[in-house]
């Protein structure tokens, strides 16, 4: 699976700013795809993820605020994030993998975009 991902860039807090992903390959369709963001000097962690059946999951933090949605006939997914916090800076992955088990870090990925929240 290859993964394209756009969007990203520089926001004031309160703003907003939208991400997009498309996938590619054997398994794409099938797949649950999610985004993840590894902010500076911290590990990488789920931010939201969306399997093909539409299910979704957030952490915690982004809950409300964030919003993932997926166009399973095109094999993209996008994450709209408004009221965007400095502390939501970071760079952002888009992913694709086999199952839902979220906490762990697998599967294919995308090239990384950066968001930066100012304050």
């Known amino acids: 699976v290859q993964l394209q991902a756009s969007g990203g860039g520089l926001v004031q807090a309160g703003g907003s700013l939208r991400l997009s992903c498309a996938a590619s390959?054997?398994?794409?369709?099938?797949?649950?795809m999610g985004w993840y963001r590894q902010p500076p000097g911290k590990q990488r962690e789920l931010v939201a993820g969306?399997?093909?059946?539409?299910?979704?999951e957030y952490v915690y933090s982004v809950k409300g605020r964030f919003t993932i949605s997926r166009d399973n006939g095109k094999n993209t997914i996008a994450l709209q994030m408004s009221n965007l916090k400095p502390e939501d800076t970071a760079v952002y992955y888009c992913?694709?993998?086999?199952?839902?088990?979220?906490?762990?870090?697998?599967?294919?990925w995308g090239q990384g975009t950066l968001v930066t929240v100012s304050s």
């Open positions: 992913n694709s993998r086999t199952g839902t088990n979220w906490p762990v870090i697998k599967g294919y």
């Open positions: 390959g054997s398994s794409a369709s099938v797949n649950s």
């Open positions: 969306i399997t093909s059946g539409g299910s979704t």
